[in-house]
């Protein structure tokens, strides 16, 4: 075999010329290949000898299956002896092809590109300490106590942070509108779940009222039939309760959980609170980290990685969408977007994905950061009892892309654990100057 290369930023041509002893062996293992499914007299399948099976065989297919094996085991060593990383399924175009005799074609591939990186041991981030407050402690409890609380019927007028049962019915130039009606809906005024006006225009009413709701609907709504339509909510009020909040007390506290007292359960919101704190602090900070280094590194990114992130980003959109009740032309009418525009932006957020990707897998590389087979075992052993009630994400665990993307998460993880233990001892905040006071002239 013979091959010239010609380089590109992010792609690769070679050019191969196979001669007639490249192709001897592979012509045998073809006719072991083609052995297979071809029934010869007088033997068991795939026990012929290969000059048995030869004059057995379409010489089409024999010359077809001997060229694919050729350049099946040619395409690793050419890119192993370049040092190069294809990121693309290699594309064969076949210039010519005299079966047994001579080939000359092209390979080319996507390669994962070179990378400059910028400095990733001094760099300037700082690291914003968690801070967690009484006050953000007593935000949680009185949400715990908010839980606990129950309505009591009451008979008076209904005001901001009741709960009322109502009958409603929405009409649009007198006509009802899908999901514009309910009977014995729960509603808890100031919640916000209706659209503004409809809860404050129930404040002041009582059980038994009859009366209509003049609501103009945001013209933001998602719903193009009725953004910005001015309709009438015929309503009845069927009953008032008033919410009972449980006081903050040992009471709670041992309803929440194992716990005796307050103090107890205050010190445990402390405790969580600090932890979720420092590890939002942690992900903020090595976000930053990244991106600052990624600003100062010099690299470009592959066509297909950045079609295939394009495609994948764009599919998460549109299931987003679809949970949410819309349609991507729902969402560019009231983004007010052009899908053209849409996609290029989707594309370089994709770009920029992508950079980041190649970027973090040089750093491990420069760093050492490997993942052994053994950490990642353990890690789908520990996957497998989290998801032990899903069998279909257990299935997909014996999937070898899942495992292999398991492993890759892994090592980007180490990396960025790696690159916060060099860089966060010089990354706390400066001291703040102590204010000087200046002598007054006289």
Not at 129 to 143: A, F, I, S
Not at 173 to 185: E, I, M, N, P, V
Not at 252 to 280: H, P, V
Not at 284 to 312: C, G, M, R
Request: no cysteine; net charge negative; charged share 35%.
């Amino acid at each position: 075999m013979k091959s010239t290369s010609k380089k590109l930023s992010t792609s690769v041509e070679f050019t191969v010329e196979f001669d007639q002893k490249d192709f001897e062996p592979a012509r045998l293992k073809a006719l072991e290949r083609l052995a297979r499914n071809i029934k010869v007299p007088g033997f068991r399948n795939g026990k012929a000898p290969a000059n048995v099976v030869e004059q057995h065989v379409d010489p089409n297919d024999l010359a077809s299956q001997t060229l694919d094996i050729v350049v099946r085991q040619a395409i690793p060593k050419l890119f192993n002896d370049e040092g190069l990383t294809p990121v693309s399924i290699p594309h064969v175009d076949v210039m010519k092809y005299v079966p047994g005799e001579m080939a000359e074609l092209t390979i080319t591939a996507d390669i994962m590109p070179e990378v400059k990186l910028g400095d990733y041991e001094n760099v300037k981030v700082v690291y914003d300490e968690p801070e967690v407050t009484d006050k953000d402690v007593e935000d949680v409890l009185h949400r715990i106590a908010e839980s606990y609380a129950e309505p009591k019927v009451v008979k008076r007028a209904a005001k901001k942070g009741d709960e009322v049962i109502i009958d409603f019915k929405g009409k649009k130039d007198g006509k009802a509108f899908d999901g514009g009606s309910a009977k014995d809906y729960h509603l808890r005024l100031g919640s916000g779940q209706f659209i503004p006006g409809f809860e404050d225009g129930i404040v002041g009413h009582e059980v038994g009222d009859k009366f209509d709701l003049d609501i103009t609907f945001p013209k933001d709504y998602a719903s193009k039939e009725l953004a910005g339509a001015k309709t009438v909510f015929e309503i009845l009020v069927k009953q008032v309760s008033e919410i009972e909040t449980p006081k903050i007390d040992d009471n709670l506290a041992q309803k929440s959980g194992a716990f005796k007292t307050l103090k107890e359960l205050r010190e445990d919101i402390m405790k969580n609170l600090k932890s979720r704190a420092s590890y939002e602090a942690d992900e903020k900070y090595k976000d930053t980290l990244l991106n600052e280094i990624i600003s100062h590194s010099k690299t470009e990114a592959p066509a297909s990685l950045v079609q295939e992130q394009f495609e994948s980003m764009k599919e998460d959109m549109f299931r987003n969408l679809r949970s949410h009740g819309m349609e991507i032309n729902q969402y560019l009418e009231q983004t007010k977007q052009k899908l053209e525009d849409w996609e290029a932006d989707l594309r370089e957020a994709a770009r920029k994905r992508v950079i980041g990707s190649i970027v973090v897998q040089k750093l491990a590389d420069v760093l050492g950061i490997e993942v052994s087979e053994e950490e990642a075992a353990q890690q789908v052993v520990e996957m497998r009892a989290v998801y032990k009630n899903d069998p279909k994400a257990l299935e997909q665990l014996n999937n070898p892309e899942v495992a292999t993307g398991i492993r890759n998460r892994m090592r980007v993880d180490k990396t960025m654990n790696k690159l916060v233990e060099i860089n966060k001892p010089h990354a706390k905040k400066p001291a703040k100057k102590a204010a000087t006071k200046k002598s007054a002239k006289k």
